[in-house]
């Protein structure tokens, strides 16, 4: 890789030292040109102001799809290069730093919320957290019909997003198209995880404690339970379960916990037909006074208010 085909980020500018991307950071800065954003995506058209930065945390899922060029990074410290025809997928919370990028770079990028992975891979995120936290996978090569398969949905997402806004459904046809391609890139993500055959030399003690943790999550149907809980079956302290699931993925042992929760209550009030009283009692809570009283906390109305409003997810 020769050194002068990179423009240093932290030589050309001191526009920004360090950068918080998140929702709200990329909807209201005018550098960055925006295709769409609702609360849990934002769909970018172009991203070249970040070439101007030399650290950046990344608060939502990011997945960025090489057009031309190169990009060179460190994400928590561990070399991270993007090329044409790569697409590259970055877990939420991580610190990039150190971007050298060449002259022709350009990327076509979204970011997405947890929740909104949550809600649109369900069963399938057994799949996506072991590839980005266990094996730690975060690029693909894209052969040249994969390459026209997902450039062929940005494609069709930016016909929609031209669509005027109060256009009928047009936010669930976008939301449609980009559960499609996310399910199309697990795809892509467990034909790269079948032909890893062993754990990377880096996974510890930790690492395994925490995909046992993972595993316990997405195969139990009754996800509210205190950490003890999960702890007592790994035969380890809630305190050291918190730390490692801190280390593995930025979010703690009972941020897991609620989002997986959170994301079985919209499922079952979304897609299914079951009383509040029904529901509750499936996902494991003590009565249905208590389960409305968690969800008015997380969402700010009630199971019903919830299963009424707008969005499929």
Known sequence: MAYNSYICTQQISSLMLKEEISLHSLTSNEAVRIGYSDNDIVIVDSIQQFATISEAHVQMTSIAICISGRVHGLMDGIPLELRQNQVAVIPAHKTITDLMVSPDFNIKAMFCSDRLLQGFLRDKMSIWNEVMYIRRIHVINLNDEDF?????????????????????????????????????????????????????????????????????????EVKYRPVSDYAGKLCISPKYLTVICKQQSGKTAGAWITEMVMNDIVYYLKQTDLTVTQIADRLGFPNASFFCKYVKAHYGMTPVQLREAPGSR
């Open 148 to 220: 026209r398969f997902y450039t062929s949905f940005y494609d069709m997402l930016r016909l929609c997003m031209e669509k005027a806004e109060d256009t009928p459904f047009r936010t669930d046809v976008i939301q449609s198209l980009v559960r499609c391609a996310l399910l199309g890139l697990c795809g892509a993500l467990r034909q790269q995880l079948s032909s890893v055959t062993h754990l990377p030399t880096h996974v510890n003690t930790g690492s395994y404690h925490f995909q046992r943790f993972l595993d316990m999550l997405h195969s139990g």
